[in-house]
């Protein structure tokens, strides 16, 4: 999903507006999450991108999306971009910790 949402609209108010891109995000989100994975993949992970435009958008977390949403309404920006990319990962291997046994 690469897409700039306005947030200025004739009929609807801006906090339900929000609520709606909120929703279309999570609706996005679920929506990759639920389809097949490759072979050798375990879990889908996200590139997240967000800003007031694309060229300015920057690198966070997928969990932070509704908090810079949250921080653009409160500044005042009348459209903002989310980029969301999903991808296919795989679990690492867990570091194993040796005890050594001192009497």
Same mark, same amino acid.
Request: with cysteine; aromatic share 12%.
């Given at each position: 999903? @690469? @897409? ?10 801006? &906090?339900?507006? +929000?609520?709606? =891109? ?13 389809? /097949? ?17 694309? %060229?300015?958008?920057? /690198? ?8 810079? =949403?949250?921080? %653009? +309404?409160? /500044?005042? &920006? ?6 969301? =990319? &999903?991808? %296919?990962?795989?679990?690492? %291997?867990?570091?194993? =910790?040796?005890?050594?046994? /001192?009497?």
């Amino acid at each position: 999903m @690469k @897409k700039t949402f306005t947030l200025t609209h004739p009929k609807l108010k801006p &906090a339900r507006l +929000v609520d709606a =891109i909120k929703y279309e995000i999570k609706k996005y989100f679920k929506r990759e999450r639920n389809k /097949q994975l490759p072979t050798g993949a375990d879990y889908w992970a996200f590139d997240c991108r967000f800003g007031t435009s694309e %060229a300015e958008a920057e /690198q966070v977390f997928p969990s932070d999306i509704n908090k810079q =949403i949250d921080a %653009a +309404v409160a /500044q005042g &920006a009348t459209e903002f971009y989310v980029e969301i =990319i &999903a991808k %296919a990962a795989e679990y690492g %291997a867990r570091p194993t =910790i040796i005890e050594d046994e /001192q009497d």
